[in-house]
């Protein structure tokens, strides 16, 4: 019986909490671990790279859904990532600003949610970063159009919010024409990066 009243407890301060933050607006800041890598069609040998300086301002809206279910969010913003692969022991990273539009679902309990990201993006490759020759070609790709897919946790410590998260990002845009240096043979390369990132954010409005 004390159990059964506990699970009640628990399921009234859940639905409690849930129903007073329906509609939450928060900015912040995110640093992200980026494990950068591209697959090749057909097989090519090369091995990810690693970097670190990857970091996004963002824009978070948290709301509810026809004033019912409470578990809906949108993020957007700006980030600046370093992408690449290593190929015959030389690393090739490619310097990328990226527009994220995420459906950020969300699940409160006690002073944390759980998230659930899904969406896409849009980047522009702006420049390459190593080695010193590595330069952009009339045949590279500029623009880059993905997915994004992940999730985590999040600390509420009002106004502050701490995310940790891993996500997911998947290019549906080459590198390059996949015609570029044999016409005969196309090479098709898909750029993908898992992220593992800590974000701060701050409530700027809630209600």
């Not at 700006?78 to 994220?100: K, N």
């Amino acid at each position: 019986m004390k159990r059964i009243g506990l699970v009640i407890f628990l399921i009234i301060s859940i639905s409690v909490n849930l129903q007073s933050q329906n509609k939450v607006h928060m900015a912040g800041v995110r640093m992200g671990y980026n494990i950068s890598n591209v697959n090749y069609s057909p097989p090519k040998d090369h091995s990810p790279v690693n970097t670190i300086k990857n970091y996004s301002l963002l824009y978070t809206y948290y709301h509810d859904l026809w004033g019912a279910s409470p578990y809906f969010g949108f993020q957007t913003g700006v980030s600046h990532l370093e992408t690449g692969f290593e190929m015959g022991g030389t690393r090739y990273i490619t310097e990328m600003y990226q527009i994220p539009l995420v459906s950020q679902f969300h699940i409160d309990f006690w002073k944390m949610r759980l998230l659930l990201n899904i969406g896409g993006y849009g980047a522009y490759r702006n420049k390459r970063l190593e080695p010193e020759s590595y330069t952009f070609e009339p045949d590279d790709y500029r623009m880059e159009f993905g997915i994004i897919a992940g999730g985590g946790l999040a600390v509420v410590l009002k106004p502050f919010e701490v995310h940790l998260e891993a996500n997911y990002n998947y290019s549906f845009t080459y590198l390059h024409d996949p015609r570029k240096g044999d016409s005969a043979r196309p090479l098709y390369s898909y750029p993908n990066q898992f992220i593992i990132s800590a974000s701060l954010f701050f409530h700027i409005k809630s209600k």
